[in-house]
């Protein structure tokens, strides 16, 4: 079974300067896509950034950008330049392509708050 | 209206009620889903609707029951909770595209509504 695992409860970090929030996953299957989630204290869930398997890449948008490594089995999410509306629930998600329905929606790891000090 | 739109955002209701949860999704998607986030838990995934194909979680109890009457519209119906059910229960969802031999494009990103805030007394 595919499993995520978010081994940070919770981060600080300053105003303006970088975090990375750990993400790393586990699955026997070759092909997988991976998610970050932001969700404020209003409850949304908002998709932030996507990493395939197969992708060369890290993948960047703004300044959320994704380090990947394969190997490792790791997704870190990297947020450049924190501001304090950044201070939020990260989650960290993986997607299968294969077999029953269950198995190709989101799995979620448990999940890091983020708080960003002025 | 775009996106996903839960109601109600927030609901009490007691052990023997009967309610239900609505969910509407606004992008033109063909698949959705019911999440249930606990306190100091990992999102639970209840139901899934996707290419006509209904697949549940073994675990979620009969107290609730999935309606999906088309592709833009999702229910949660409730009925005898108990008050460990209280939780956040999210909606989402996403545009499958199949590609052979039951597979799925995997890159596709669930859209969430904001959640209904349920607890139960």
């Known amino acids: 079974a595919q499993k995520i695992t978010q081994t940070q409860p919770g981060m600080f970090v300053q105003e303006k300067e970088a975090v990375t929030l750990d993400c790393t996953y586990d699955?026997?299957?070759?092909?997988?896509?991976l998610f970050w989630y932001k969700q404020p204290s209003s409850g949304e869930m908002i998709f932030l950034i996507y990493?395939?398997?197969?992708?060369?890449q890290n993948a960047t948008e703004g300044r959320y950008s994704l380090n990947f490594q394969k190997a490792r089995k790791s997704a870190n999410l990297v947020i450049s330049a924190s501001q304090l509306g950044d201070s939020a629930m990260y989650f960290c998600a993986m997607r299968l392509p294969s077999g029953d329905t269950g198995r190709r929606a989101l799995t979620f790891g448990s999940g890091t708050r983020l708080q960003v000090q002025p | 209206e775009t996106g996903v739109t839960q109601t109600p955002r927030h609901l009490v209701m007691g052990m023997t009620n009967k309610k239900s949860l609505k969910c509407e999704q606004h992008l033109g998607h063909n698949a959705m889903y019911w999440y249930k986030q606990s306190a100091k838990k990992p999102l639970e995934l209840m139901f899934v609707?996707?290419?006509?194909?209904?697949?549940e979680n073994n675990s979620v109890p009969s107290r609730f029951s999935p309606e999906c009457p088309n592709s833009s519209h999702l229910f949660l119906h409730l009925h005898t909770l108990q008050p460990e059910d209280s939780a956040l229960y999210l909606c989402?969802?996403?545009?499958?595209?199949?590609?052979?031999?039951?597979?799925?494009?995997?890159?596709?990103?669930?859209?969430f509504g904001n959640g209904t805030r349920l607890t139960v007394t």
């Open positions: 989402a969802s996403s545009q499958e595209v199949e590609l052979i031999a039951s597979n799925i494009d995997y890159n596709s990103p669930l859209h």
């Open positions: 609707y996707s290419l006509e194909e209904r697949v």
């Open positions: 990493q395939g398997s197969y992708d060369q």
């Open positions: 699955t026997s299957d070759p092909s997988y896509g």
